[in-house]
């Protein structure tokens, strides 16, 4: 089992930053590719970013490439979402998952979620 725990989320005005991280336990970390998903009321999850066990490749959606940076330090077993420029549009609970993946943008694909930190930009 791995236990992963978001955090950073909050308040932010659009054009603003937040930096999310999460912090994975109960197995190796290595062993895992992590991924950061949203989920907005009313839709479904949606993929945001992949990054490979190593760190050394990283896969965004069209919809934050740009903007978001995904990164890892495996030394603390924790994976981050840099975001910057932000929008309304982004105003979701964000989720970190892990799974045995590479570039994999499917929901069922991951084996582990953690329970999601809220991100709210207002206007």
């Known amino acids: 089992q791995v236990q992963l725990v978001e955090s950073g989320g909050g308040l932010v005005q659009a054009g603003g930053s937040l930096r999310l991280s999460c912090v994975a336990s109960?197995?190796?970390?290595?062993?895992?590719?992590m991924g950061w998903f949203r989920q907005a009321p009313g839709e479904e999850r949606e993929f945001l970013a992949v990054?490979?066990?190593?760190?050394?490749?990283?896969y965004y959606a069209d919809s934050v490439k740009g903007r978001f940076t995904i990164s890892r330090d495996n030394a603390k077993n924790t994976v981050y979402l840099q975001m910057n420029r932000l929008k309304p549009e982004d105003t979701a609970v964000y989720y970190c998952?892990?799974?045995?993946?590479?570039?994999?943008?499917?929901?069922?694909?991951?084996?582990?979620w953690g329970q999601g930190t809220q991100v709210t930009v207002s206007s």
């Open positions: 990054i490979s066990r190593s760190g050394t490749d990283t």
């Open positions: 109960g197995r190796t970390f290595t062993d895992y590719g």
């Open positions: 998952a892990g799974g045995r993946v590479a570039r994999t943008t499917v929901v069922h694909a991951y084996d582990y």
